[in-house]
């Protein structure tokens, strides 16, 4: 069981979660102090070798009475505005009479078990009250009369510390937020590099890494959505730490909006996260006895390396962040028409695909877009939650039923958050549009953004969708959204409320997004914007699964898949086999390794699956097969990053399930390569003194190697033998020396089984 103590002697909180431990004070000036987060440490009684209070020359002293103290170099823990900090602060208010000072001061506290719901917003939660432990902090500014709750959840079996603010407006004036993050935290010292994933459409989760020094380094969004160019994530780690040992925080914002992930190292050395509501063009009014929720901001500690630490995320977030029944239960196979039809199919095309579906063993046939309004291409008809009829003469209804005659599961694709100008809903509700008045509004992709902040609008939404769902009976939406946000305002606030309009159309989608998950507890959600343009932990909670990338190129993935799996668990990452030449990148890869790499996630297929050859059906079949046998393996258990695709050579990877039994052990091939020298790949997660059996089971591709310009039997197809666990985690598993011969984008897929 967590716990959290208050040591009333030295006014110092102890938080003792799961492998991690943190200590917060409260100073001499009531204000908040953060001595430590990391490794277990059960003790800490004396602050002050922490920190002097010994003002540097130029340093301001707020007490006239304590010239030995001043905010300058202090470690905070939620740091207010314009008393002697001069780093950028976590929380800067306008109160009524202009001025822009928070002085946060302790006032109250309480523990509890369990962790309260963070009202309209998605969090982590428990299950059972002793799974986790609350403390929440109050603070109070006494001047401007504001309170704000810091809360600090610690967990029974996961390495975190979740945190969120609450900003209370106990004064008897409207006041405007200007920036509230939901945490920060101070580490005494800079000898950090900064991880994020950065990236693009078709190019999401490149990691990046860089040296911390003096001054701010950060990630953010502007674009409304949590965005491709940086995920809300970042990991300080230290630089003798790697995958496999050393000490990593990584941080993750609970929040699928514009989002700020800062650091800043101090002149005196000491390293300010903070992660939050971008605060760039954000304001928010609070009037008398209103309070503002920030989003829920998770900190993980690991002292077992990159790979600890998202072992703790995935863990974390597939248990008790995703919900409902699909969280971690394998889905269905599915088949999409997208990359095989785009926007030229009907009702025959889609009931031979869901045939097609039921010949090969795929579960479920999902229709994308193109089946609504008069939608042949991107320029009309999103709004028009309607089916077209000269598509689908019979109906939807009549379609799923088809769909599901021919024994497969039945999808659906929506982009409900926009709408065309080419459509019923923009003709009748012009003004539902999110923008500001003045400025002509910018399209993407010809299309336009609803103001989901508005309860019209989403009530709106909400009937269509319902209808659409109740109808068909779908097991299965794919909710798209592909586009950045612009000239953002709404027409239902006044002025003073325009930079309300960003959050107010999260709070709104998210509103919606309850109300159908509550609906609907059937359906499996699939979030997408543009590939993984929202794959962020605010999704999650609601959609247990992400369409990670619109590039589909296998080769491509193996990176993307590779840096999503950071922070995210691959139960929730889509992976569909899609067709060569790639449409994306115009690269052919083989059909078994294209298998191979979807596998590695929630299985499908994009490509024509009505055209396969007989031996793409062979191999389409190997593969559901073993996703059939592993599928709960690869959703529950730990996934290991073993070799980084920056190595040109090969890519490796491995899922080994909680009790270190069973497993799959992935090598991908990227480049052949002439007399390489002999490689090993180290497992991890085995028992040292088990025997375990490694066998090949990616089966038929690799068969032969050449010689001489001919084929002959390459005798590692067959790899069948027995090692210890010792003996692959330390001397590790011996790459064919064959490997080379066989060209470029192999696939050697291994079952790792206990024999004893
Ligand atoms: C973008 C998605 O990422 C694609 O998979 C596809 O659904 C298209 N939108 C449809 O417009």
């Known amino acids: 069981m967590p716990s959290i103590s208050f040591d009333t002697n030295n006014l110092i909180f102890s938080l003792q979660g799961y492998n991690v431990s943190s200590f917060i004070g409260i100073d001499t000036d009531g204000g908040l102090r ?26 301001a002293c707020p007490d006239e009475n304590d010239p030995a103290f001043s905010e300058s170099d202090v470690p905070m823990v939620y740091p207010g505005w314009g008393r002697g900090d001069l780093r950028y602060p976590a929380l800067h208010i306008r109160h009524h009479d202009g001025n822009t000072i928070s002085s946060l001061k302790y006032a109250a506290h309480r523990i509890e078990s369990g962790k309260p719901e963070l009202s309209g917003l998605p969090a982590t939660y428990c299950e059972k009250s002793d799974e986790c432990t609350t403390l929440t902090i109050t603070l109070r500014d006494n001047v401007n009369k504001i309170e704000v709750d810091l809360l600090f959840t610690v967990f029974s079996n996961v390495s975190a ?70 995920n ?106 997208w990359e095989a039809t785009y926007f030229n199919f009907n009702e025959e095309k889609i009931i031979n695909f869901a045939e097609h579906c039921k010949r090969h063993g795929v579960g479920r046939m999902t229709m994308d877009d193109g089946w609504f309004g008069c939608r042949n291409d991107d320029t009309s008809s999103l709004g028009d939650w309607v089916v077209d009829e000269n598509k689908f003469p019979k109906g939807l209804k009549s379609l799923a039923d088809s769909v599901r005659d021919k024994g ?41 953004i609803l103001d989901l902040g508005r309860e019209e609008v989403t009530e709106y939404l909400y009937n269509c969708l319902e209808q659409v769902f109740a109808a ?66 605010g999704m999650l909670y609601y959609m247990p699964e992400t369409w990670t990338s619109d590039n589909t190129d296998a080769a491509d993935r193996l990176h ?25 990148v115009g690269r052919s890869t083989p059909f078994a390794f294209r298998n191979a790499v979807a596998l590695f996630g929630s299985m499908g297929y994009i490509c024509d699956i009505t055209s396969l050859s007989d031996e793409e059906r062979q191999i389409a079949k190997h593969y559901l097969d073993i996703w059939g046998k592993y599928n709960s393996l690869i959703f529950n258990g730990q996934f290991w990053r073993l070799s980084p695709p920056t190595n040109t050579r090969f890519v490796s ?6 009790a270190g039994e069973n497993g799959l052990l992935a090598i991908f091939k990227q480049r052949a390569r002439a007399a390489a020298a002999y490689e090993y790949i180290k497992l ?43 003996e692959l985690m330390n001397l590790g598993f011996a790459l064919p020396p064959e490997f080379v011969h066989d060209g470029d984008y192999k696939e050697f897929i291994y079952s790792v089984t206990l024999v004893n």
């Open 472 to 537: 068909t009976k779908t097991t299965f939406v794919k909710w798209d959204m592909n586009r950045h946000m612009t000239e953002v305002g709404s027409a239902v606030l006044n002025s003073d409320q325009q930079q309300e309009a960003a959050h107010r159309y999260i709070l709104g989608l998210y509103k919606l997004l309850e109300r159908l998950f509550k609906r609907f507890p059937e359906i499996v959600w699939e979030n997408c914007a543009s590939g993984g343009g929202r794959l962020d932990p």
């Open 684 to 726: 991890c997660g085995l028992k040292n003194n088990s025997l375990y059996r490694v066998k090949m089971l990616s089966e038929p591709s690799v068969r032969y190697r050449m010689a001489d310009g001919k084929k002959i039997p390459w005798p590692y197809a067959d790899h069948d033998a027995i090692y210890s666990g010792a």
């Open 161 to 230: 510390i979740a945190r969120s603010t609450l900003v209370r407006n106990t004064s008897e004036h409207s006041i405007e937020i200007l920036n509230a993050q939901s945490m920060a935290i101070d580490f005494l010292d800079s000898d950090f590099e900064l991880l994020s994933l950065r990236g693009a459409w078709a190019r999401e989760f490149e990691m990046q890494s860089r040296q911390l020094q003096q001054g701010v380094t950060s990630v953010h969004s502007n674009s409304g959505n949590s965005g491709h160019f940086f």
């Open 560 to 584: 993307i898949q590779y840096g999503a799996s950071l922070v995210y668990p691959i139960s929730s990452i889509v992976n569909q086999v899609s067709p060569a030449p790639n449409h994306q």
């Open 232 to 337: 809300p994530f970042i990991a300080l780690k230290r630089p003798d730490s790697n995958e496999f040992q050393g000490d990593v925080y990584g941080f993750s914002l609970v929040y699928s909006g514009n989002f700020l992930a800062h650091t800043e190292v101090s002149a005196y050395d000491q390293t300010r996260v903070m992660m939050g509501i971008n605060p760039h063009n954000f304001r928010w009014q609070l009037s008398p006895g209103e309070s503002f929720q920030t989003p829920e901001a998770v900190m993980v500690y690991s002292s077992d390396g990159m790979n600890g630490m998202s072992q703790n995320f995935h863990h974390l977030y597939r248990t008790r962040l995703a919900r409902g029944k699909w969280k971690s239960t394998p889905r269905p196979s599915q088949a999409n028409n």
């Open 653 to 658: 990877w491995a899922v080994i399930d909680d």
């Open 408 to 448: 497969v599961e039945f999808g659906i694709w929506v982009e409900p958050e926009m709408f065309n100008k080419d459509s019923n809903l923009y003709r009748s509700h012009p003004d539902w549009m999110l923008h500001t008045a003045g400025h002509p509004a910018s399209h993407g992709r010809n299309q336009y």
């Open 34 to 59: 953060h001595y430590y987060t990391g490794r277990k440490v059960e003790t800490f009684t004396n602050p002050s070798y922490v920190m002097t209070h010994n003002p540097r020359v130029f340093a």
